[in-house]
């Protein structure tokens, strides 16, 4: 059983109203792929729920009321310099059409997402602040502040002061919301210092002040808002990438905040395996890795959701796409497809299909091609009729010219010469016979796959090998001794110029 339906079938034995299942990004800068595989796991452990019964609900939360800690690699530290420490979501965004900075990536990744199907209910955690869900359970926090302290010492070994207050102040007088330290809680205000040195990556004003910690004038730290979103939102499933999961880490914590403060039940937990690229964590804030985007220009929705799904979520995903990653994944999504279509979604591969598919529409029977022969046919002049005439074929052309582009191994390129190439001179006697033969013959109707079977008697009858037989034509056409299927490439081409091309030996 796929581990998905694992889950779901666990999950439905808890006969709750309702399971809730819910992921989370803080939109702080162009969101990497790797977040794109928590939202995909989510999603799989979703349908799976629906899919066995279970009345569920998937929501995505952004986490934009979070401070800017870093500046992303791609913004102008003269323009965006300034606001390190503030709320995302008071941040001017950096293009025109959105509301802050955190729309404007949090929309761009949200456009991925839902192109791949997963289209969860979107959850902004500024509104859940200003419209006051997070009250109760801010309130309970700040009056258990001593029992949160004595939680981060038995999880994390971390000392933390007797004023030490779980609660973040949105400066009244400079606006950051990183810098800003609560001292005191009284029952219905925090007194709070903007401290210049509370932080390495930016500095405070200085200011002192009280304020009500409801209604959006702060946030919790967010281990401890983690717990609280989860009572707040009615979250009975989330996991989080194993670096949260690991013991003594934030999951810890913020379980034991939910549990011992709040009194509401951890969500069921799921650590799940990195997304890495070229064998490198990502990171969001520091720019490093693909983006979400950037992967989603390279790949089509259902092979770049067919990436994540067939990867058990314990298992990491390094994602390079130089080299013949790509072809396989295609391959690998055909062959699964085909699985599907003869027996149907009771086995993994076929479900691993289905699950793969962005709708409930039925799937489209795989493509009989494999990739690498469509990147050889769009490289190919006489073959664009044939991969016109078929839709999905036409599809897979638009992805091989992106591989040839921009990952292919330089093996997997060719170029017809318009003039006779020079590497000609390495042809035998016997090499030169054989392209005469061919030209004498061109006139007959051919079917490409008898007269790759006819060449390779020819060449057999002139006592060349294989490999000298199919050079010959290489050399001759392309200028190098490796190519595509010959007959095909041969077949492709103006009937007149391979004559006067094999006949100039």
Same mark, same amino acid.
């Given at each position: 059983m796929f581990w998905a339906d694992q889950i779901a079938e666990k999950l439905k034995e808890r006969k709750l109203p309702l399971e809730r299942v819910d992921d989370m990004k803080t939109p702080s800068g162009k969101i990497h792929v790797g977040a794109l595989r928590g939202v995909i796991i989510h999603d799989l452990i979703f349908r799976a729920l629906v899919d066995a019964g279970v009345k569920a609900k998937y929501t995505y939360v952004f986490d934009d009321h979070d401070p800017m800690d870093a500046l992303p690699a791609t913004l102008s530290a003269e323009k965006f310099g300034k606001y390190l420490g503030f709320p995302l979501n008071t941040i001017p965004s950096p293009k025109p059409g959105f509301a802050s900075f955190a729309e404007f990536y949090a929309l761009e990744f949200k456009e991925v997402f839902n192109k791949l199907g997963a289209k969860p209910e979107i959850i902004w955690t500024s509104h859940l602040y200003k419209s006051g869900k997070m009250d109760q359970g801010i309130? *309970? #926090?700040? /009056?258990?502040?001593?029992?949160?302290?004595?939680?981060?010492?038995? =999880?994390?070994?971390? /000392?933390?002061?007797?004023?030490?207050?779980?609660?973040?102040?949105?400066?009244?007088? #400079?606006?950051?919301?990183?810098?800003? *330290?609560?001292?005191?809680?009284?029952?219905?205000?925090?007194?709070? $210092? #903007?401290?210049?040195?509370?932080?390495?990556?930016?500095?405070?004003? @200085?200011?002192?002040?009280?304020?009500?910690?409801?209604?959006?004038? @702060?946030?919790? +730290?967010? $281990?401890?808002?983690?717990?609280?979103?989860?009572?707040?939102? @009615?979250?009975?499933?989330?996991?989080?990438? *194993? /670096?949260?999961?690991?013991?003594?880490?934030?999951?810890?914590?913020?379980?034991?905040?939910?549990?011992?403060?709040?009194?509401?039940?951890? +969500?069921?937990?799921?650590?799940?395996?990195?997304?890495?690229?070229?064998?490198?964590?990502?990171?969001?804030?520091?720019?490093?890795? =693909?983006?979400?985007?950037?992967?989603?220009?390279?790949?089509? +929705?259902?092979?770049?959701?067919?990436?994540?799904?067939?990867?058990?979520?314990?298992?990491?995903?390094?994602f390079d796409p130089g080299g013949e990653t790509i072809p396989d994944l295609f391959d690998e999504y055909d062959r699964c497809g085909k699985e599907f279509f003869e027996k149907g979604k009771e086995g993994d591969f076929g479900r691993i299909f289905e699950l793969s598919q962005i709708n409930s529409k039925k799937p489209e029977k795989p493509v009989a091609v494999r990739f690498c022969q469509i990147a050889q046919w769009v490289q190919m002049p006489n073959m664009r009729q044939k991969i016109e005439k078929d839709p999905l074929l036409a599809k897979r052309a638009k992805y091989g010219k992106i591989w040839l582009e921009r990952f292919a191994p330089d093996e997997e390129k060719f170029e017809v010469k318009e003039e006779l190439p020079r590497a000609v001179g390495k042809l035998t006697p016997s090499q030169r016979q054989l392209l005469v033969k061919i030209a004498n013959e061109l006139d007959k109707k051919w079917e490409a796959e008898k007269f790759q079977n006819t060449i390779y008697q020819w060449g057999k009858e002139l006592g060349l090998t294989s490999a000298q037989t199919f050079q010959a034509i290489y050399l001759s056409l392309l200028g190098k001794d490796h190519g595509p299927k010959a007959a095909w490439l041969i077949l492709s081409l103006d009937k007149e110029f391979i004559k006067k091309r094999f006949k100039q030996q």
């Open positions: 309130k *309970k #926090c700040l /009056d258990n502040a001593s029992r949160i302290r004595k939680i981060y010492k038995k =999880i994390a070994g971390a /000392d933390l002061a007797s004023d030490w207050y779980p609660f973040n102040v949105i400066c009244q007088n #400079c606006g950051k919301v990183g810098t800003t *330290k609560v001292y005191n809680w009284d029952g219905k205000k925090v007194s709070y $210092k #903007c401290l210049p040195d509370y932080v390495k990556w930016v500095q405070g004003c @200085g200011f002192e002040g009280k304020i009500s910690p409801f209604g959006g004038t @702060g946030k919790l +730290p967010w $281990k401890v808002e983690w717990a609280v979103k989860w009572q707040a939102i @009615g979250v009975t499933a989330e996991g989080a990438g *194993k /670096d949260h999961m690991s013991k003594g880490g934030s999951h810890d914590i913020a379980s034991a905040v939910c549990q011992q403060v709040l009194n509401y039940p951890v +969500p069921y937990p799921l650590a799940y395996e990195w997304f890495l690229a070229r064998g490198t964590k990502m990171s969001t804030s520091r720019g490093v890795g =693909i983006s979400a985007q950037e992967i989603s220009e390279i790949l089509p +929705p259902e092979i770049l959701r067919f990436l994540m799904v067939r990867t058990n979520f314990r298992q990491a995903i390094n």
